[in-house]
């Protein structure tokens, strides 16, 4: 007993916040994932009420989310900067809560695709918690810090699937949403309750005279940022595309639908449990090495497990793939946030992530409704061979134009 107390009175205040943001983005994950297994299924279910087809409305349904987080995320960022992110992590997961019990009583796709554009207005637990923890954490441990913020959220991920399409074939589509908006707020509680932020108003407002534009303009002018954005943004759409053709994909494969859900979230909650696995480890090869050469490194990988992805002829194929695309991913999102710390300017944080979730937010609006264009044009096995091949340009652009940090 005395030797655990010591080891609490040794806790730095970043590692406090590190730890307390660990457990409140797995729940937050845990709540977001359980629906995507089966979401184009509901789609399906609920049908459209204004003749769109299911197709066009399973793509609306994450690009609607997308669209509206890039627009929001960069304002929502600059306004962390004045007035605090521990509010915007706030905002993000009790809105969040708010809309995503909503959807449990939606009557048609519609009113699904509304809900999911409100909600990205109002979320972005990612960008706000990735700002909180890079304005405490030591530059010199943020691939670590990083590292076990994406073991948190990629744990949720892993679990949230298998949850959630359990749930749907057991109770049906709407308790899924319980769930989300039960984890959501529970998570807000926890940082509510558990972190401290010393953030100083005056301080900030005597620093930050301009306006929102000009916040925008002198981050995305940094050294290094831009290659780091563009860098975000390629990759985003890569392992999005394949996001609305991916329940039908595996159909495909399996022999009998029954237990479709449930397998449809064993195989993306995989790719996530192997992240969570790899990205504390990279995270912290990369503070020792470096950031830029192990991002590089898992890029390439990725390209070629994705291309492979398409010529699967079982679902276990698939299945074991999507654990080795995760095992690289987890070099890929750690590097890129901890690359956004080290080269922005101390202060500046809110405005950095809002600005990488906006493009993220950009490449998840875009990436759903390209891959279902590949796949009504050359059948899903396309899909992956374009993922691949998204992959595989953006590791030869970064290794070439992407800056050796700063120290």
């Not at 590791?395 to 134009?401: C, H, K, P, V």
């Amino acid at each position: 007993m005395e030797l655990i107390k010591n080891h609490i009175t040794k806790i730095e205040p970043w590692q406090r916040t590190l730890y307390i943001l660990f457990f409140a983005q797995m729940m937050v994950a845990v709540g977001f994932a359980s629906i995507f297994p089966f979401l184009p299924f509901y789609v399906e279910q609920l049908g459209s009420s204004t003749g769109l087809s299911i197709e066009l409305l399973s793509g609306l349904v994450f690009s609607a989310q997308s669209f509206t987080m890039m627009i929001a995320s960069p304002m929502w960022g600059v306004i962390a900067d004045r007035y605090g992110r521990k509010l915007m992590v706030e905002r993000t997961m009790f809105g969040g809560a708010a809309i995503l019990l909503l959807m449990a009583f939606v009557v048609s796709a519609e009113q699904l695709v509304i809900l999911r554009a409100i909600q990205g207005l109002i979320t972005g637990t990612v960008a706000a918690a990735n700002a909180l923890l890079a304005s405490v954490t030591p530059r010199r441990h943020t691939g670590y810090a990083m590292g076990l913020l994406q073991v948190g959220f990629g744990t949720g991920i892993a679990l949230g699937p298998l949850i959630g399409g359990a749930v749907a074939d057991a109770f049906g589509y709407s308790v899924a949403f319980y769930i989300t908006a039960a984890m959501l707020f529970l998570a807000g509680l926890m940082v509510w309750i558990g972190v401290r932020e010393h953030f100083d108003p005056e301080a900030v407002k005597s620093e930050q005279q301009s306006g929102i534009f000009s916040a925008w303009r002198g981050t995305v002018s940094l050294s290094g940022l831009n290659m780091t954005f563009v860098t975000r943004f390629l990759t985003s759409l890569g392992s999005m595309m394949i996001t609305p053709i991916m329940p039908f994909f595996i159909q495909t494969l399996m022999i009998s639908a029954e237990k479709l859900n449930t397998f449809t979230g064993l195989v993306l909650g995989v790719s996530s449990a192997t992240t969570t696995i790899s990205a504390v480890f990279l995270g912290r090869l990369g503070d020792r090495t470096s950031h830029r050469k192990v991002l590089v490194v898992c890029v390439f990988v990725l390209a070629g497990l994705y291309g492979l992805q398409g010529f699967s002829t079982a679902s276990w194929h698939l299945l074991v793939m999507q654990a080795l695309v995760g095992v690289a991913m987890g070099g890929v999102i750690p590097m890129i946030s901890a690359l956004l710390a080290t080269y922005g300017r101390i202060g500046a944080e809110g405005a950095i992530y809002g600005i990488d979730n906006s493009i993220n937010s950009a490449a998840r609006t875009l990436a759903p409704l390209l891959g279902a264009a590949v796949a009504a044009s050359f059948g899903f096995p396309a899909v992956f061979v374009a993922t691949g091949v998204v992959f595989l340009f953006t590791a030869g652009l970064t290794a070439w134009r992407l800056p050796p940090p700063r120290s």
